[in-house]
């Protein structure tokens, strides 16, 4: 079908490909091309989206028409009467603008040692915020699996934010924007956690079944379909009205001015990151550094509060490493190993649930592979939680203790 046949409906698909959205841009992209007479394989080859994601699209336009595009942004047009589509509400509120990350993008958050802690925490989550922004345009892109990874890593650190910078944050930061992270790093998470269950997986199949993945196919096809779904609610969250209010209210938050919070003592411009880093590197290295009583012989969930902590303690590093000494780099290099070896614990622990969570959807004929695959899995969370005394000692030197001193000496 031509534009010639239908004007109206290609003058709405058209209008689509300049959304904020960029899911509902590449979607109209993939009815337009649909409507030429594009083949799968071409569309995919041509917006770099999967043959699967194009494949889902193309069969939801065929059964709903326009109706695969939220309500209010077709603009309820109608188109003719051979593209039936639902009665769809006009949302009359003005329409929230997602917005877009700038260009070039920033390669630091650019604090000084005489800025304000408040402005400091600005500037940190304005960082991290577009951050966020450009690994969001990737989630429906080439290249989907790294960017619901580093989009929910830069959620992590705006949230790892608000809990070191708590006290300078002006109200513009609250309401619901706390609650709407946190939601929106959940669902992210759901995704991520079956991406690196198929990459372990694939990784076993690999080096244990010389890369005969057939006895694990069951699991491997399970693992995607709950993927598949998981996803499917990211898009969903995505695409809600609820999701661009939070994008844009956070923006506004980040984009400043700084609002400065009040005090009867002090103006709080008068604490400058100069002054205060000290501490607030100090606060989070005790919060780690009071686990060398209990290492040795923690649990599991001792070691996953562990986990969170030197996660927080290298966010702190690099929300300031423009500020710190060089020295900083082998500090946050040998807390990186430790935070390595600590969350590849977490992964194989987490994927023996899994593992035994599966086992009721699967055949009796497909069960004796998987739990030889589960029993290995296992097997390495053992191997490292008896190593984490080791790494835990290795990490704890004296040297370590001499760089980070030495970092913030330059202060």
Do not use: C
């Not at 993008?105 to 600005?122: Q, V």
């Not at 606060?283 to 986990?307: M, Y």
């Not at 190993?337 to 699967?362: F, S, T, Y």
């Amino acid at each position: 079908m031509g534009s010639d046949q239908n004007p109206e409906l290609y003058a709405v698909l058209r209008r689509l490909l300049e959304h904020e959205s960029p899911h509902i841009r590449a979607r109209a992209q993939i009815v337009l091309m649909t409507l030429e007479g594009r083949s799968v394989a071409e569309i995919a080859a041509e917006t770099n989206l999967s043959e699967r994601t194009v494949q889902k699209w193309v069969k939801a336009w065929e059964a709903d028409g326009l109706a695969i595009f939220p309500d209010g942004t077709t603009e309820n047009k109608a188109i003719s009467d051979e593209t039936p589509t639902p009665e769809v509400a006009i949302d009359e509120s003005p329409t929230l603008l997602l917005p877009r990350p700038v260009l070039p993008p920033l390669t630091a958050p650019g604090i000084l040692p005489t800025d304000s802690l408040a402005e400091a925490a600005r500037k940190t989550l304005y960082f991290q915020f577009q951050q966020m922004l450009i690994h969001y345009a990737e989630i429906d892109g080439h290249d989907p699996v790294e960017g619901i990874h580093k989009m929910r890593v830069a959620i992590r650190r705006i949230r790892s934010g608000y809990r070191l910078f708590d006290g300078s944050l002006s109200r513009d930061y609250y309401g619901k924007l706390p609650k709407r992270l946190r939601y929106t790093a959940q669902m992210l998470g759901k995704v991520r956690d079956l991406d690196v269950a198929r990459i372990k997986t694939e990784f076993y199949i690999i080096n244990t079944l010389d890369n005969d993945a057939t006895p694990l196919m069951p699991l491997l096809n399970i693992i995607d379909q709950r993927r598949t779904a998981a996803l499917q609610e990211v898009h969903a969250w995505f695409e809600d009205a609820r999701f661009t209010k939070f994008v844009t209210r956070l923006a506004a938050a980040v984009e400043g001015p700084t609002v400065e919070p009040t005090s009867e003592v002090l103006p709080s411009a008068a604490y400058q990151v100069k002054h205060v880093l000290p501490r607030l590197i100090y606060t989070q290295w005790e919060a780690v550094a009071r686990f060398d009583t209990v290492i040795e012989h923690a649990n599991s969930a001792t070691l996953h509060e562990l986990r969170i902590e030197f996660k927080r303690l290298r966010y702190v590093f690099e929300f300031f490493e423009e500020v710190l000494g060089p020295s900083l780099k082998f500090v946050i290099k040998e807390v990186k190993q430790m935070q390595d070896h600590l969350g590849d614990l977490n992964d194989a622990e987490v994927a023996g649930i899994l593992l035994h969570d599966v086992h009721k959807e699967l055949k009796k004929s497909e069960r004796q592979a998987v739990e030889a695959y589960r029993a290995a899995r296992e097997a390495e969370a053992a191997l490292l939680k008896a190593g984490t005394f080791a790494a835990w000692v290795n990490y704890n030197r004296g040297d370590v203790h001499e760089a980070l001193a030495q970092a913030i000496g330059v202060l």
